[in-house]
């Protein structure tokens, strides 16, 4: 497959929460160059009024009726008996053609909890692989974003951002064995060049400071994922 732009919207299965809230998002922000639905995931596209380019997967778990009227989407069918996961192989396909800007919308359903790690697991290997690639998963209500030293992530307080509106939980999760030089700008509880051991929990429900600014999250080595999550999801 030739090379068609930076930057996908990667639909998977799973749960999509807040549809009204990722569309006013995804109409404020720059166009996709590719949309890709992997299986299921065709039916969140239909949710936020979005039509494929390319519709993949073993179709187990899709309506024959709603294949049959996908329209002009390439479709690429695969077995189910394989050794990856219809989510494994459309990160694939965006990153072998060249995708840097990538948000995959679904996933996060805890009846599969298996395939939810599975999807936070592929999105740090896309990260570690490329730490130029921009990587979110998002399921409408909390956002999954890996983070590779140096790197920083700034953010709007959710009074500035749809996505998350309410009061939002701040978390950063170490996925490598340390992480040095962590940051906080704009959040209650600050830090300042940091190390961080995965294991512990103290970088676990953060605010931020202002309602009505921005924060910052830095890490200058070391692999993390930072969580975002309305605070009414969390029990």
């Known amino acids: 497959m ?33 949309i890709l639905a992997a299986d299921a995931g065709l039916v969140h596209l ?7 380019d390319i ?14 009227a996908a329209g002009s989407a390439r479709i690429l069918r695969f077995p189910s008996a394989k050794d990856e996961s219809d989510g494994e ?5 965006a990153c072998e053609a060249g995708a840097r800007d990538m948000l995959i919308i679904g996933s996060c359903d805890f009846t599969r909890p298996d395939h939810f790690l599975a999807n936070l697991d592929l999105l740090a290997a896309a990260k570690q692989e490329d730490a130029r690639r921009r990587l979110e998963l998002t399921d409408g209500r909390s ?9 920083s992530a ?19 999760l170490p996925l490598s064995p340390q992480l040095e030089g962590v940051s906080y700008r704009g959040l209650v509880w600050s830090l ?5 051991r995965r294991g512990p929990s103290r ?6 400071a202002d309602a009505g600014g921005e924060f910052c999250v830095t890490v200058k080595s070391g692999l993390a994922l930072l969580v975002l999550t309305r605070e009414d999801t969390i029990s």
Do not use: K, M, Y
Not at 46 to 52: I, K, R, S, V
Not at 55 to 68: C, K, N
Not at 89 to 93: M, T
Not at 203 to 208: D, E, F, G, K, V
């Open 89 to 93: 192989i459309a990160l694939r396909l």
């Open 192 to 196: 300042e060049a940091a190390t961080l």
């Open 203 to 208: 970088t676990l429900s953060n605010r931020p």
């Open 46 to 52: 239909d949710t936020l009024g979005l039509e494929p």
């Open 143 to 151: 956002r999954f974003l890996p983070l590779l030293g140096p790197e």
């Open 2 to 34: 030739t090379a068609a732009g930076t930057r996908w919207l990667i639909a998977l299965g799973g749960c999509l929460r807040a549809p009204e809230a990722l569309r006013r998002r995804l109409r404020r922000e720059a166009p996709f160059e590719r």
């Open 154 to 172: 700034t953010l709007c307080h959710p009074q500035r951002d749809p996505l998350l509106p309410g009061i939002p939980v701040v978390s950063l």
């Open 55 to 68: 519709l993949l997967g073993d179709f187990d778990s899709l309506a024959p009726e709603r294949l049959a």
